[in-house]
């Protein structure tokens, strides 16, 4: 077992500044959401471009929140049980199951092979009358096709969510990630752009939206939302700091983690820029040595797009297939970490199969060469240098020797 990784998926992204920040509002003993959370929601949500932010404890709870209020009884239009809600077969866990965990019906699409991002063919293919929802994975830091999307979701009056949680920061046409859609979703995780250890946030532009979040994200009462004084006025018997008004759960992050967001979105720019950096870096160095023969696809990107790179994922060319397993353990022994592209196909994960989310057998081409010959490598938030560049480039070009 490789205890310590020479190049792992993940740095330390941490500053002193940060661990400061942290330590104040643990030090004030006042540490679950309050001022802090509010300040950085606003704050978010102006460098965003959007009306609002919610803050979460995690992108999934994020993701959860925007299912949750498509189906909410005060939502315009709300969805109902067994609408369908289209999703791309490269997904994570937690972008499909709140589908799932509201009753809805998620129908995948498979995506396209040279952005690893939703098939704009296939979703077409995919549209029927029952589908009201389209839950379109920003994957990696790069973008959807989002001028074939919108033009689809409004002509068929399809709600758009946008889960970027792995593209802060990344543009398409100037414009962020997130705010394209009814409602976006964006993550704080360890490994992500910026990071609070856990953390995420919900935005939208919709302030009977933002009011229904918010409810939902803190047991469903009315104590946070813009018409709580409404609702108090009706109910005086009730306590009004207890009074529930909707469904709801616990989704609510700490001021710790508001704190250390915070001050690590100041300098998101400098990380997207060093993120950016050290993936050029690496590909040059694969490129330029003289053992390239075209041993892999490294994904492109439109002009269009302003990317927020996640990690470098990597596409082993077909002459290769059958030495992915052996190539990927001499990466590992290496001490270079490396991981799936999200879940590969998620239609070949057991879940599907208990709740039988595929039982039309259909089958995804791409979804599954991404999942067959995909890889992806970390990408650190520090400027890797030309011995670590040339490192991962020469062992990554091993496959050949195989």
């Known amino acids: 077992m490789i205890k310590k990784f020479k190049y792992p998926l993940l740095s330390n992204a941490f500053s002193s500044s940060d661990i400061r ?7 004030s003993k006042h540490i679950t959401m309050s001022k802090i959370t509010k300040n950085f929601e606003k704050r978010f949500a102006k460098k965003i471009g959007c009306k609002y932010a919610v803050m979460t404890n995690s992108g999934s709870s994020a993701n959860l929140l925007a299912i949750s209020t498509i189906i909410n009884p005060l ?16 997904c994570w866990s ?8 509201n009753n809805l019906k998620p129908v995948f699409v498979d995506v396209e092979l040279d952005t690893f991002n939703i098939s704009i063919k296939d979703l077409k293919k995919k549209i029927t009358s029952k589908t009201k929802a389209i839950m379109c994975i920003h994957v990696l830091g790069t973008s959807a096709n989002l001028t074939q999307i919108i033009k689809l979701t409004n002509k068929k009056n399809i709600i758009l969510i946008e889960d970027s949680c792995e593209s802060l920061g990344a543009k398409f046409n100037n414009k962020f990630l997130g705010t394209f859609g009814e409602l976006g979703t964006f993550s704080f995780y360890y490994s992500h752009q910026i990071t609070s250890g856990e953390g995420g946030m919900i935005v939208c532009n919709d302030i009977k939206n933002y009011n229904i979040i918010k409810s939902l994200r803190s047991h469903g009462w ?9 609702y108090k006025k009706k109910f005086k018997k009730l306590d009004d700091r207890f009074l529930f008004i909707n469904s709801g759960y616990n989704l609510r992050p700490t001021d710790i983690q508001a704190a250390i967001a915070n001050n690590q979105f100041k300098r998101l720019n400098k990380f997207i820029t060093t993120r950016n950096y050290n993936r050029k870096k690496i590909i040059d160095k694969v490129k330029n040595n003289k053992k390239w023969n075209n041993q892999f696809y490294f994904i492109n990107h439109s002009k269009q797009i302003k990317p927020s790179w996640f990690g470098l994922p990597i596409l082993i060319d077909k002459r290769y297939s059958n030495k992915k397993k052996k190539f990927l353990n001499h990466l590992t022994r290496r001490g270079i970490e490396n991981r799936p592209i999200l879940s590969g196909n998620f239609t070949n994960q057991p879940a599907t199969k208990l709740y039988n ?3 039309k057998k259909l ?12 890889f992806f490598i970390g990408l650190h938030t520090q400027k890797i240098s030309n011995k670590v560049a040339e490192y991962i480039a020469e062992n990554l070009l091993k496959i050949s020797e195989m």
């Open 75 to 90: 939502f315009k239009n709300k969805l109902k049980p067994g609408d369908e809600v289209l999703i791309p077969a490269v």
């Open 21 to 27: 920040c942290g330590l104040k509002v643990l030090s």
């Open 363 to 374: 089958v995804f081409t791409n979804a599954q060469k991404v999942e067959d010959l995909g």
């Open 222 to 230: 009315s104590r946070e939302t813009n018409f709580h004084n409404i």
């Open 357 to 359: 989310l595929n039982n």
């Open 94 to 101: 937690t972008s499909l199951w709140p589908i799932i965990q």
